[in-house]
């Protein structure tokens, strides 16, 4: 990958029902799977290691400027949510990352002084539709 291909974060967008803010981050948690013990009494040297049937699909946080006029998103909200990455040069449709999704932690601003106010909200993907990422679309 050449260096004229990489970009920074500005000029992406998240879309929740309920949820218009001003981003200042949004950062994925790393989907996983589970190793399963599949050791037996005969086994020696190391523990035996199986892959599990299913994957976690991970988080997506977002932080956004706080603003007390705004209603606050309840946790166990279930709803789309889709995360549009920056459009790059010479794209028509930039790549997203969408699925249904919960929302499972929401925490309001610290208070201080001389400092824009700053909140978070987590969504957990709940694996029932996607994530599913789509790449950008070049232009023709």
Known sequence: MAIAELDTG??????????????TSIEFGGQTIEALDASSLASTGFIEKLVSDLADAGTVTVQYHWDTADDILTIGTTSSLTVTFPKRTGEATAANMAGTAIVTDVTPPALHRGEIQVGSVTFEWDGYTGPTYTKGVAST
């Open 10 to 23: 500005l000029g992406a967008s998240i879309t929740f029902s309920g949820l218009v803010a001003p981003w």
